[in-house]
C-alpha cells in the first residue's frame, strides 16, 4: 500500500519555523516529482514548492522564495520542507503529493487533485501574529 505520511505542523509564531516531513513508503518513488501545496482556510488549494525525487532540480512559489526549501533524502524515502520566516499567511493545511514522471517545475502547474498519483493527509500549519 502506497502511503504518504506528512508531519511537522504545529502552532508557531510569525518569525519562528518549523520543518514538515512526508516521509514516503509502498512503491520506489525514483520516478517520481514531490511537492508540497496547502490550503489555507476557507481557500483553494495553492503550490508551494516541488523537487524532483533524485533532488536535482526545484520549484518554488514566489511567496515562499527565500523563506521556505524544499528537500529530499533518499535514503529515508522522506521530502522535507523547511519553512522560516513563518507569517500568519502562511497558516493552512499543508499536503504533499507524488506525481510520476513530471518535473519539479511541472508540479507547479495547477491541476485537478485526482491528476494527481499519491496524496497525504494534510498536516496543520498555524502562524500567529
Known amino acids: 500500500q502506497v502511503q504518504l505520511v506528512e508531519s511537522g505542523g504545529g502552532l508557531v509564531q510569525a518569525g519562528g519555523s518549523l520543518r514538515l516531513s512526508c516521509a514516503a513508503s509502498g512503491r520506489t518513488f525514483s520516478s517520481y516529482a514531490m511537492g508540497w501545496f496547502r490550503q489555507p482556510p476557507g481557500k483553494e488549494r495553492e503550490f508551494v514548492a516541488a523537487?524532483?525525487?533524485?533532488?536535482?532540480?526545484?520549484y518554488y512559489a514566489d511567496s515562499v522564495k527565500g523563506r521556505f526549501t524544499i528537500s529530499s533524502d533518499n535514503a529515508k524515502n522522506t521530502v522535507y520542507l523547511q519553512m522560516n520566516s513563518l507569517k500568519p499567511e502562511d497558516t493552512a493545511v499543508y499536503y504533499c503529493?507524488?506525481?510520476?514522471?513530471?518535473?519539479?517545475?511541472?508540479?507547479?502547474?495547477?491541476?485537478?487533485?485526482?491528476?494527481?498519483?499519491?496524496w497525504g493527509q494534510g498536516t496543520q500549519v498555524t502562524v500567529s501574529s
Open positions: 523537487i524532483s525525487w533524485s533532488g536535482g532540480s526545484t
Open positions: 503529493a507524488a506525481l510520476r514522471h513530471a518535473t519539479a517545475q511541472a508540479m507547479g502547474v495547477m491541476r485537478p487533485r485526482y491528476e494527481y498519483d499519491y
